[in-house]
């Protein structure tokens, strides 16, 4: 026996299969996808268990690492990125540390972008302890990632855009460089998910996810997965899972699944709300800079628009004029946004990176960064568009 596919056209597209790919239905027949929670799966005989259990043949086992709601979430995710096969995680760090388990040793580099998420970096830095060694490097900078390989070199990890600043990086330049010294390219696709980029289609070889984030798309859960080919998954992966126990709850599978049939339109209305509103900022006298890959002011605008699909994303910052206390003005004057550093939920939050996200870097590592104390970060989410507005002017008007 092998786990049965869902009936669909061969030549199926984007939208379709974000609505319907998964597992063919219970024999109840339930149109709606069906949340399995249960942590083991009942065998006709013993010779069947043994058969499963020695990996003879596929079927649900236990939920560790096999359950019918997550592969039906896998299954989803790898159709969207358009890659063979797909793992959920427990969270989008679970997804990072499977990555490092499966794929990594003592002794092996990695090279890394210094804008990645924030705790991405921080684990990296604390596998030196196992001998790991890691690079970091500019996001933007083709050149510094090629210099910065070593014949070690076993995985380059890029995330794009950045947080809180939206600097892109070109995946199919990095994707070049790490296959020429036969090392792999994973990309962390949280900020555009695939509704907009598919780094597999510009050569990456793996694709991380926070299903936590746009995939859910309602702030609800946390999740995590990595899409690769099969033998990656099956090979590299799978064994991980069945050891140390990275697993995604089917609850919250169930959730992200759910979430991702709405994720094409969620994205594209937030990320048109997005531009909208990074054109308003920059006419606004008390705004310095706004930064936004819409706008054609973005210094990688035509990369960005051709990566990801003519969109910017929903992730828009802006420097006030001032300091910590003109940000501050604007973001206590908010009442319909959230202040909260999360992001990918329909409902638009407003954050302070300097003191949040980026709070434990030194003053001196983040204005390298190019975080400054009047940079104000917003994920858009749904709400109407001139509330939105209407709650920063609220606090712009203040600084004159
Ligand atoms: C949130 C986030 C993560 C971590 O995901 P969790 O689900 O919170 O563990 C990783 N990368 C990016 C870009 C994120 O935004």
Redesign the pocket.
């Known amino acids: 026996m092998t786990i049965p596919r869902v009936d669909l056209p061969a030549d199926a597209r984007l939208d379709t299969l974000a609505v319907r790919e998964g597992l063919p239905p219970s024999p109840w027949g339930e149109n709606s996808e069906a949340l399995f929670i249960t942590s083991s799966f009942v065998h006709p005989d013993a010779a069947t268990a043994a058969r499963r259990f020695g990996n003879e043949e596929d079927a649900f086992v236990y939920s560790r690492f096999s359950n019918p709601t997550v592969t039906m979430m896998e299954r989803r995710l790898a159709a969207l990125e358009g890659t063979e096969a797909c793992i959920g995680t427990a ?3 679970a997804a990072i540390l499977m990555l490092v388990l499966g794929l990594l040793k003592g002794g092996d580099h990695v090279v890394c972008s210094q804008s990645v ?1 924030g ?2 970096i921080k684990l990296f830095q604390d596998f030196a302890r196992f001998g790991l060694e890691a690079s970091f490097v500019p996001q933007d900078d083709p050149g510094a990632w090629r210099a910065a390989m070593r014949p070690g070199t076993k995985l380059l990890f890029a ?1 794009t855009p950045s ?1 809180p600043l939206t600097e892109v990086c070109d995946i199919a330049a990095l994707a070049e460089i790490a296959h020429a010294r036969g090392a792999l390219l994973a990309v ?1 696709n ?2 555009c998910s695939p509704a907009l980029q598919q780094p597999v289609k510009l050569g990456a070889d793996i694709v991380m996810h ?1 299903g ?2 746009y995939l859910d798309g309602q702030g609800r859960v ?3 997965a990595l899409c690769a080919p099969e033998h990656i998954v099956t090979g590299k992966f799978v064994p991980v899972m069945r050891t140390m126990g990275l697993t995604l709850s089917p609850f919250n599978a169930w959730v992200v699944l759910k979430g991702m049939e709405t994720l094409s339109i969620r994205m594209k209305a937030q990320s048109e709300r997005a531009l909208a509103l990074a054109r308003w900022l920059e006419e606004q006298p008390a705004v310095e800079r706004v930064f936004h890959p819409g706008l054609a002011s973005h210094p990688q605008h035509a990369l960005a628009m051709a990566q990801q699909g003519g969109q910017g994303g929903a992730v828009v910052s802006f420097a006030v004029r001032g300091g910590r206390a003109e940000a501050f003005a604007v973001i206590d004057a908010a009442r319909v946004c959230s202040i909260t550093t999360n ?1 990918g939920d329909t409902k638009t939050t407003i954050s302070h990176p300097a003191s949040t996200s980026h709070g434990r870097l030194t003053e001196e590592q983040r204005l390298a960064a190019g975080i400054t104390q009047g940079l104000v970060r917003m994920a858009v989410g749904l709400e109407d568009l001139a509330d939105l507005k209407a709650d920063l002017q609220r606090g712009l008007a203040k600084l004159g």
């Open positions: 969270s989008g760090m998420f705790a991405t995330e947080n962390d949280c900020f926070s936590t984030k946390i999740a995590g992001l």
